[in-house]
């Protein structure tokens, strides 16, 4: 049965700092990983998805690592706003289940 | 491309009543999936359906809850006889149709929030 768990549960950084998010799981056999944002009361929006035969995935100031034999992620926010404020969610997925970790909330003040 | 739906996005629900949730996919997307974030926990998996197929239900309550995906119409997630702790966030996501064996991103909706009193 996967596990996830995302560290650290909760962080607040002042706006401008870059960050790492760290995801750690515990079945290597994933066909892919995805990192998603939840904003209070509202869905998942995608960030990115790495396919297991990457490595790296690059979307604007994001940039998730995939480790897959050690069974690790990492999200890189760089030069994090105000607005990137949200709870962060890594998921690896089986043939057709993402299983999520419990997330890292996180605070960025102006 | 409108993203998915969901609906209702809020639902209450007195113990014993009936819940039915509803879900549109992605225009496209033929996969439809159902979680449930209850408070103060993760998003689990319940349920993986293409049309008129339920093809992964291993997270699925045995009873009261049941779901499908017709051939015409929304995915609709049913869960009979309500009880208290049925409140959670039901969350639906789509993908397109796989190919090649690969793995397709999903896209998810905004959620129907139930509340049971």
């Known amino acids: 049965k996967q596990e996830v768990t995302q560290i650290p549960a909760a962080l607040s950084v002042p706006e401008g700092e870059n960050l790492v998010l760290n995801c750690s799981f515990t079945d290597s056999a994933i066909y892919n990983l995805q990192w998603f944002r939840q904003d209070p009361g509202k869905g998942l929006t995608s960030l990115l998805l790495?396919?297991?035969?990457?490595r790296e995935q690059t979307s604007g100031r994001l940039n998730a690592s995939l480790d897959k034999s050690s069974g690790r992620s990492t999200l890189y926010i760089a030069a994090s706003q105000p607005g990137d404020s949200a709870t962060y969610l890594c998921?690896?997925?089986?043939?057709?289940?993402?299983?999520f970790g419990k997330g890292t909330m996180l605070l960025v003040s102006p | 491309n409108a993203g998915v739906m969901q609906n209702p996005r809020h639902l209450v629900r007195r113990r014993g009543q009936e819940a039915r949730l509803r879900c549109s996919p992605m225009k496209g997307h033929s996969h439809v999936y159902w979680y449930r974030q209850l408070p103060e926990e993760g998003l689990k998996f319940m349920v993986y359906l293409q049309k008129e197929n339920i093809i992964d239900e291993s997270g699925m309550p045995k009873e009261r809850f049941s779901a499908e995906f017709p051939k015409e119409g929304p995915s609709i997630l049913r869960i009979q006889q309500v009880v208290r702790g049925d409140s959670a966030a039901y969350f639906c996501a789509s993908s397109p149709p796989t190919s090649g064996g690969t793995y397709n991103e999903q896209f998810f909706g905004p959620g129907t929030r139930l509340t049971v009193l």
């Open positions: 790495i396919q297991s035969s990457q």
């Open positions: 998921a690896p997925s089986g043939y057709s289940t993402l299983t």
